[in-house]
């Protein structure tokens, strides 16, 4: 049999599966936009541009008294605090679920991996803002549902991401050492870890920048910080102390951005 007349392998099945991946994620876009009856021309009409536009003047100029700059402040650094206690807090206990939900082998170990995995999907899967309501039950009002509801959501999700981490290490390093006899917590202190440590410090960098922002949000259910604040003027009407305080989250946000950036540039270095 010559060479061209030998059949040709049949096409992976994930590039066949591609294109109606693809058709069926366009079908669920257009019913969507069907579904939803969106009306644009009310959202774009001259009417409706133009009480956008009166309302978004009320903002302007932005109130610079001194009592409420030092109010607004106060309030800015308790929602650092509070996003960076929560994160990191969320790095710590995330890496002690992670170990036990990358492990893999016998029964005992599968029974500790599927729990792990459990609690590490309840904590994602609940949002940050619900997680506020529900502490504020128990812990008031203030800072401190706040900054559980951050450390309870994203060690479910840095959890998660380290986990996988965990799986992916290259084995090879961990050999050697259990060769000459090191024990489990020297293999993952002095092999598996230092290999998932850049990727460890980039998700929980990521994830300061991310609760920046849920901080800010969670002051509306009266969890403290710049959203709380901004909650209270918004209620009132207090349009140029509500412009205030938004600047100052743009400028947090920013502030934490360039930090996280130039971490990872100097420790990636």
């Not at 069907?34 to 978004?56: K, N």
């Not at 929602?79 to 990191?88: D, E, F, K, V, Y």
Request: net charge positive; proline share 6%; hydrophobic share 55%.
């Amino acid at each position: 049999m010559s060479r061209e007349s030998l059949p040709l392998p049949p096409r992976p099945l994930r590039s066949r599966a591609l294109p109606v991946l693809g058709l069926a994620l366009l079908a669920l876009v257009g019913a969507s936009f069907w579904s939803l009856s969106l009306r644009w021309s009310d959202f774009l009409g001259p009417q409706a541009l133009g009480q956008m536009g009166h309302f978004l003047a009320s903002f302007f100029p932005p109130e610079t008294g001194a009592a409420f700059l030092r109010k607004t402040g106060w309030a800015t650094l308790e929602t650092l605090a509070m996003s960076l206690l929560g994160t990191g807090l969320a790095a710590l206990f995330g890496l002690l679920l992670a170990v036990p939900a990358s492990l893999a082998g016998g029964v005992s170990a599968a029974l500790v991996h599927g729990a792990a995995r459990a609690v590490l999907n309840l904590l994602r899967a609940v949002p940050e803002l619900v997680w506020a309501a529900l502490l504020l039950v128990s812990a008031g009002l203030g800072p401190l549902p706040g900054t559980l509801a951050l450390a309870l959501h994203t060690t479910g999700v840095l959890g998660r991401l380290l986990a996988e981490a965990l799986e992916n290490v290259p084995p090879e390093p961990a050999q050697v050492l259990r060769s000459r006899g090191a024990g489990v917590v020297q293999v993952f202190l002095f092999a598996t870890l230092p290999q998932v440590s850049a990727q460890w410090l980039a998700y929980s960098l990521y994830r300061w920048e991310n609760n920046i922002r849920a901080a800010a949000v969670l002051g509306v259910v009266g969890a403290g910080g710049l959203g709380q604040i901004l909650s209270f003027h918004l209620s009132l009407f207090q349009m140029r102390e509500a412009c205030t305080v938004l600047l100052a989250m743009i400028g947090l946000v920013a502030l934490v951005d360039a930090l996280s950036a130039w971490v990872r540039r100097n420790h990636f270095a």
